[in-house]
């Protein structure tokens, strides 16, 4: 359960820096 739980935990915190990623392509890109 606990490793689940850190697989989880990176996957949240992986999909939060893809999003700023693109966040900042989109910014970056106008």
Same mark, same amino acid.
């Given at each position: !359960? !606990? ?5 989880? =935990?990176? !996957?949240? @915190?992986?999909?939060? !820096?893809?999003?700023?990623? =693109?966040?900042?392509? /989109? /910014? @970056? /890109?106008?």
């Amino acid at each position: !359960n !606990n490793a689940l739980a850190l697989l989880l =935990q990176y !996957n949240k @915190e992986d999909v939060v !820096n893809l999003k700023t990623l =693109q966040e900042r392509l /989109s /910014s @970056e /890109s106008r």
